[in-house]
């Protein structure tokens, strides 16, 4: 399977501003999903968007989606000493014999300063 | 929720034997899971896709008889890792869907250390 791509690969940025991930892969999808990964630990899903939306909030975090140019892209908006971790967009294709297989992109590393 | 854990969260153990991960889901049945690798400061790499009662779908490049899977229940599946080499030394980490569902939930992922 072949990986998509994250810009940038590390963020940093002071408490209270926003951070903008992107993402970008490279086949046609089903479902792009979000999730977030603290230092050695698992993956917590944060949001899935359908490749029929074009954008979808959860709290604090916005999500679109630009299925004309493989894209996503996640906003993270006021952000916190805790949301500092890796995240990842993953890929589904939602049909097939791997219809539930998701494939990950390389992660952005956010760091926030309080 | 959806919770899933695994276990050991982390084990040394030395060349040429084997470590068996378990991988649960808590409360909920899990129709399929995964086995995923992690290096450090890199992404995840699916090794091999489960589904309850029937073999592992192993992705290219993963060797199946080194990596045994066994999806035993709707709640259950464990990776074991044979006759290891340091090269394994990795981060393992599992994940569940719900029947139905894309979203996977994951397990808090175990250490493994051959030395």
């Known amino acids: 399977s072949q990986q998509g791509e994250e810009d940038p690969q590390a963020l940093s940025i002071q408490e209270g501003e926003n951070a903008t991930m992107n993402c970008s892969y490279k086949?046609?999808?089903?479902?792009l999903q979000w999730y977030r990964q603290n230092s050695g630990r698992g993956l917590v899903h944060l949001i899935l968007i359908r490749s029929n939306e074009r954008e979808k909030h959860s709290g604090r975090l916005r999500v679109t989606l630009d299925t004309s140019k493989k894209s996503s892209s996640l906003l993270i908006t006021a952000s916190r000493a805790a949301d500092t971790a890796s995240y990842f967009c993953a890929s589904g294709l939602g049909s097939g014999a791997g219809s539930y297989q998701l494939t990950f992109g390389k992660g952005t590393k956010l760091s926030v300063i309080p | 929720g959806a919770v899933v854990s695994q276990h050991p969260s982390w084990v040394i153990c030395k060349s040429g034997t084997s470590v068996k991960i378990e991988c649960r889901s808590l409360?909920?049945?899990?129709?399929?899971m995964f086995w995923y690798r992690q290096f450090p400061k890199q992404s995840l790499m699916l090794m091999a896709t489960?589904?309850?009662?029937?073999?592992?779908?192993?992705e290219q490049g993963v060797e199946k008889d080194k990596f045994l899977i066994n999806h035993a229940s709707l709640t259950l599946s464990t990776l074991t890792v044979t006759s290891a080499h340091p090269e394994d030394s990795s981060f393992y980490i599992c994940?569940?869907?719900?029947?139905?569902?894309?979203?996977?939930?994951f397990g808090p992922g175990t250490r493994l250390t051959v030395t």
């Open positions: 086949t046609s999808i089903n479902n």
């Open positions: 409360d909920f049945q899990a129709t399929t």
């Open positions: 489960s589904n309850e009662g029937s073999k592992a779908t192993y």
């Open positions: 994940s569940a869907n719900r029947r139905g569902s894309y979203e996977q939930y």
